[in-house]
């Protein structure tokens, strides 16, 4: 079992023929992801990268059976770009865009929940089931299969746990990052459940940083639901000085509960094993699991 994307799914590629998505749809294909085509307007009818280009979602819906979908598409165009994905009927939006106005998100995700599909970023390195689907910007050669999930707002620390996890012998169902902006689709908490209800998941790697209150509320739902698998934990951010944006967008302090030591705390509370340190991750993920 995988969650979000697997072998199965038909990928299109939004702003397929620019840079950003040229590159990344080519890695994306070489990793053996079933890339289906993409779509970039005015371009409908040409073939980019052996696959073919559509003026709309909707048409690459239509004529290739499209249900997973990754946007490369500017800033200022990347919310009609998810909204036009949600009303064409794809199942899982996936958005790499960073810089997306936080007025354009907040009227996109507004969008997104009367759909029935499931967002996930923006400003995010994006979804792999190793050996099935890489859907995202993430280096494909550190991810090998197994039975550790993982959930991010920080895309390198993603790269980071996973190589961790492989080189203690143990390997990977599906990692989900989810992004680091003040407005995102999938919150810590929906990634986490959704791991929680995959039969292969054993154990789930959650990695937060500073601002906002998705940890704290993965935690207590962790807790709520009798703490079903192990989940290690790890917040980003311990050193970061109050009131200055971090990396990330929403990596803001914004009140007593956003600091790191905030969170670890309601963390370890809520039977998570919190580690200090990214380097931790692995050796405890294997200690866990003994």
């Known amino acids: 079992m995988s ?36 779509v970039t307007p005015g371009k409908g ?21 499209a249900d997973v979908s990754i946007i490369f598409v500017p800033p200022a165009f990347a919310a009609d770009a998810i909204m036009e994905a949600a009303d064409a009927g794809i199942k899982v ?20 929940k ?34 550790v999930g993982i959930v991010s707002k920080s895309g390198t620390l993603t790269y980071e746990a996973a190589d961790q996890v492989v080189k203690q012998g143990l390997g990977i169902t599906t990692a989900i990052g989810i992004g680091g902006d003040p407005i995102i689709g999938t919150t810590t908490k929906e990634a986490v459940e959704l791991l929680m209800n995959d039969d292969e998941t054993e154990c789930i790697v959650m990695i937060g940083e500073i601002g906002g209150q998705l940890e704290a509320d993965a935690a207590r739902w962790v807790k709520e639901n009798g ?34 030591e905030a969170k670890k705390r309601i963390m370890k509370e809520c039977g998570i094993h919190v580690v200090n ?10 200690e866990v699991l003994g």
């Open 227 to 260: 703490n079903k698998k192990p989940v290690v934990g790890f917040i980003a951010g311990e050193t970061a000085p109050k009131g200055r944006t971090m990396g990330h967008a929403g990596a803001i302090v914004g009140g007593a509960d956003d600091t790191a």
């Open 45 to 65: 009818g040409q073939e980019h990268l052996g696959k073919p280009v559509f003026n709309t979602v909707s048409e690459a819906v239509e004529k290739a059976g």
């Open 3 to 38: 969650v979000l994307v697997n072998k199965d799914s038909k990928i299109i590629v939004q702003g397929f023929t620019g840079s950003e998505g040229t590159f990344h749809a080519e890695q994306m294909i070489d990793y053996g992801t079933n890339v289906v085509g993409g």
């Open 93 to 112: 939006i996936i958005t790499i865009t960073e810089g997306i106005p936080v007025a354009d998100m907040i009227k996109a995700n507004n969008y997104v």
């Open 277 to 286: 340190s990214p380097a931790e991750i692995g050796k405890t993920v294997a």
């Open 114 to 147: 009367g759909k029935d599909c499931r967002l996930i970023g923006p400003n995010c390195p994006g979804v792999i089931t190793p050996g099935e689907a890489k859907v995202g910007i993430m280096p494909g050669f550190v991810f090998k299969k197994g039975n």
